[in-house]
């Protein structure tokens, strides 16, 4: 069983027991989370989708951990005229083990 779920502005494709690192979530680590924005679920090759069909759906996990991502660098230069700006930003985000998927 499969589903797809949005959280943070983005969408992931999840299956029970899978790890994935998703925008940061409040909890600390072993806290159970909730999806309720479900897109799509697969069940034995069938293929659920839309409103009246997901409106109960959900998705459940829980946090692993609550940690930062890799370092973005931002470089601004400009020739010829000593301009140069270092900026680096670490995105907050949670770690989240899916459980269960309901329909």
């Not at 409040?26 to 909730?34: Q, R």
């Amino acid at each position: 069983m499969e589903a797809v779920i949005a959280t943070g502005g983005k969408q992931y494709r999840v299956s029970p027991g899978q790890v994935i690192s998703i925008e940061k979530l409040p909890g600390d680590k072993g806290s159970a989370v909730e999806f309720r924005s479900v897109l799509l679920v697969t069940r034995d090759g069938e293929v659920i989708a839309g409103e009246k069909a997901l409106s109960r759906a959900k998705v459940s996990g829980e946090v692993v951990a609550q940690g930062r991502r890799r370092k973005v660098s931002v470089v601004k230069f400009k020739r010829r005229k000593n301009y140069r700006r270092n900026r680096g930003h670490r995105q907050a985000a949670t770690t989240v083990r899916i459980t269960t998927i309901e329909v």
